[in-house]
């Protein structure tokens, strides 16, 4: 069987003019996953669509398209050329699973859900000649998975080769995340046995891994027996979890330290408690957001903090407050969104019985526009004031506040090198997608996280007024 996986992509990563270094940093895990079912005798291709251009001369059996919102207009129409030219055509992922009426129009077989029990059952029904138009995902289990097809990535077209996941789901139900409309019907949280997550990151070849989950600590007993496990393998890693888990966790950040985490994303969200409540976000109500910040650089762990506008509580005063206080506590660096209600989602239905959704181009559903009607100031003001809190944040005189409230200049440089690498330099991270050998930035980007070769747990937040003696020393 020959079998083509495709992972499309929005407009703007296929610009021959000007590519963003972040739809250059992940493979295409899931249809890695998928293609780790198909037996040795099946010939597949996987092509990603962020890294380059695809072509369609092919004469698959069988083509996988995953969809999510912002590439499933474009998912669609590879499906229909497929569709007329003969092909059996699966399509599969986020999209999908929250709209499968509109998806099943461009599809043979639509797959609702995580794929490890539905596609399997495909592949048999499919090599049987009896293929369902539907299958949704019950099962939920990563329990004796097969490896990864990762010889299919072409490793040198990604800045961080090494993406994993070792969960699936999180153990929180915030209205406006994307993770109950895809996991319903079955589990919403659970973990690879960890002899198997350890199997998984033994295969891996360098140094360097970025964990994908959601939470990678949302079940603290196996996230201390993988930390415990990865512990002298030498890596160096980076992931998300959240802020109550920065907090609440004793010694699993620590122990997460020691086997190799250097820099956490984490769901801050928004500066406004009533907005935690309206939206759910119960871990983080009550808790404190800069002793979470001082814990994780104590540590000598960088923070992405997460931030999301637009929400009901918001005011055009948000942009300001946010941007200030994450360069006040000296954040590496920040992710903004404007709210963006993903269709299956309680937020979804919420603005919905309310009126407020304002269109369903899906396109525009990339967490940079407004596709609804905000409560607090008019959609060009929070437009705007995205836009402007990501200039404001990544200016220099801020990268150089923020590196400021560093204790040692080593602290200092790493974040220097960190904040402006990601976005001052973007001609050259496109010069490097260009010349289709990003991956040879990876020991640099390794560099900066171990602090220019010494990583030393410490404090990194300076005391108000005065310099340490290593400061001095450095
Ligand atoms: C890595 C990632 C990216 C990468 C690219 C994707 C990649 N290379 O895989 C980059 C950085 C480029 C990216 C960009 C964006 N992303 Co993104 N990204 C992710 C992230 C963190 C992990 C995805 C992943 O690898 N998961 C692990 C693998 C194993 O799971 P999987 O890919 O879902 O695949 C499984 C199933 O979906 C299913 N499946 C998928 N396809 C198919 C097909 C068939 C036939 C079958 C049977 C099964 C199946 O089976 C697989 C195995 O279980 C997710 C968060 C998340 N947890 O999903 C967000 C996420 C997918 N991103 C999201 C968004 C919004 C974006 C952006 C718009 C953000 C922005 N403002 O720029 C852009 C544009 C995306 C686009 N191309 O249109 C949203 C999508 C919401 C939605 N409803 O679609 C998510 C869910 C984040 C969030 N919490 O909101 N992203
Ligand atoms: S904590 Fe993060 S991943 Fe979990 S439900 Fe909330 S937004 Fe989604």
Redesign the pocket.
Known sequence: MRVRMI????TE?TSPLFRPI??S???????A??AGYLDSADEVVIS?E?VEPLTFHDEPDVV????????ARRAYQIADGYRARGAYV???????T?LPAEAAEHAD?I?L????D??PQ?LADYRAGCPRPR?QSRHRSLAGLPPIRRDLIKRQLYLVPN?I?VS?GCPHVCDF???V??FKGGKQFYTQAVDDALAEIARLPGRHLYF???HLLGNPRFAAALFDGMTGMGRLWQAAGTVKSVLEQPQLLEQAVASGLRSLFVGFETVNTANLHDQRKYQNIGRDYDAAIRRLHGLGVMVNASFVFGMDHDGPDVFARTADWAIRQGVETATF?VL?P??DTALHARMTAEGRILHRDWDL????HVVYRPAGMDASTLEAGYWRAYRDFYRWGSIWAGAATKHTIRGRLRHLAYAGGWKKFEPLWDLAIRSRRVVHALPLLETVLTGFGRHRPGPETARPGGQSPEDLAS
């Open positions: 992972l499309p992509a929005l990563a972040k739809y940093l992940f493979p295409p895990l899931g249809l996953t998928l990603d962020h996988v398209i995953q969809a999510y919102i912002t590439s699966c399509l599969g992922g986020l999209h999908v929250s077989s797959f859900g995580p794929g490890e539905t596609w495909f299958y993406s996941v699936r995340c994307y993770k409309a895809f994908l989950d959601d969104h963006t993903y269709p559903y990339d967490t940079r």
